[in-house]
C-alpha cells in the first residue's frame, strides 16, 4: 500500500491565483482531513470528511474548499492565493473515529 | 475547542539517555484519545504511541512510554536510550471520542547529542 499520497510536494503561487492540493489514500478509509502547519506552530484542522460525498468544516477553512467524490480522493482548492495561505498542508486519513490518523508527506506552498 | 500545551519548546538529550516531555490539556469530556507524533526533518507525521483516556495502564511502544495522568490532565512522553534517530518535532494532539478532529499542542524540538 502506498499510503496517503500528496502531490505536488512544493509549489511556488502568485497572489490570486488559484490551485488544487491533491491527496489520495488506498487504505479504504472513510475519514479524510486536511491540516496546515505555520512555521513553529502544530497542525490546524482546515475540512474533514467522513465519507464520499460529505465534507465539513475544521478550525480554520476560509479561503479553501474541498469535495470528495470518491473514497479515495479528497482534493483542497485554493482560490485567490493570499500570503496568509503561505503553509505546510497535510492530508490526513482514518478507517473511523477511534482510529489513528494516517498522514500524507505534505505540501509546502508559499504564495508570494 | 480543546487546549493542548506542550510548555517545553526545546530539549536536549545525549545518546542512549533519557529525555521527558510534557504534555497537559484542557477538556471536560471523559472519553477521549491522546498521541504523540513525531515529525522528523522530512516533514512527515508519524504516530509514536496512543492512548486510551478509559484505559488506565499507561501505552508503551518499544523505547517509547507515557506517563498519563488523567485527574491533572497530564500526558508526558519518555523517550529512552535515546537515539540520534530520535532527533525531531513532537507533537502531543487529542480527540474527544465523540469528534473526529485532531487538536495539537505547538511541538517540542528533540535534539540528540552524540
Known amino acids: 500500500n502506498a499510503g496517503v499520497t500528496q502531490t505536488p510536494k512544493f509549489r511556488i503561487l502568485k497572489i490570486g491565483q488559484s490551485m488544487t492540493l491533491q491527496c489520495a489514500q488506498d487504505?479504504?478509509?472513510?475519514?479524510m482531513y486536511w491540516y496546515r502547519q505555520d512555521p513553529g506552530m502544530g497542525l490546524k484542522l482546515i475540512y474533514y470528511?467522513?465519507?464520499?460525498?460529505?465534507?465539513d468544516k475544521g478550525e480554520v477553512p476560509n479561503g479553501y474548499n474541498v469535495s470528495r467524490s470518491t473514497t479515495e480522493d479528497f482534493p483542497l482548492r485554493l482560490e485567490l492565493a493570499a500570503p496568509s495561505q503561505t503553509s505546510v498542508y497535510f492530508c490526513?486519513?482514518?478507517?473511523?473515529?477511534?482510529?489513528?490518523?494516517?498522514f500524507g508527506p505534505g505540501t509546502r506552498l508559499t504564495v508570494l | 475547542a480543546q487546549t493542548v500545551t506542550q510548555s517545553q519548546p526545546e530539549m536536549s538529550v545525549q545518546e542512549a539517555e533519557t529525555v521527558t516531555l510534557s504534555c497537559t490539556y484542557d477538556?471536560?469530556?471523559?472519553?477521549?484519545?491522546l498521541f504523540w507524533y513525531k515529525q522528523p526533518p522530512s516533514r512527515q507525521m508519524i504516530l509514536v504511541i496512543r492512548?486510551?483516556?478509559?484505559?488506565?495502564q499507561n501505552a508503551t511502544e518499544n523505547r517509547f512510554s507515557v506517563n498519563f495522568q488523567k485527574a491533572a490532565k497530564s500526558f508526558s512522553l519518555k523517550i529512552s536510550d535515546s537515539q540520534l534517530g530520535d532527533a525531531a518535532m513532537y507533537f502531543c494532539?487529542?480527540?474527544?471520542?465523540?469528534?473526529?478532529?485532531?487538536?495539537f499542542g505547538a511541538g517540542t524540538t528533540v535534539t540528540v547529542r552524540a
Open positions: 490526513a486519513s482514518s478507517y473511523g473515529p477511534p482510529d489513528t490518523q494516517y
Open positions: 487504505m479504504n478509509h472513510n475519514y
Open positions: 470528511s467522513v465519507g464520499a460525498g460529505i465534507t
Open positions: 477538556t471536560s469530556e471523559s472519553d477521549y484519545y
Open positions: 492512548q486510551e483516556a478509559y484505559k488506565q
Open positions: 494532539a487529542y480527540r474527544s471520542a465523540s469528534d473526529y478532529k485532531l487538536s
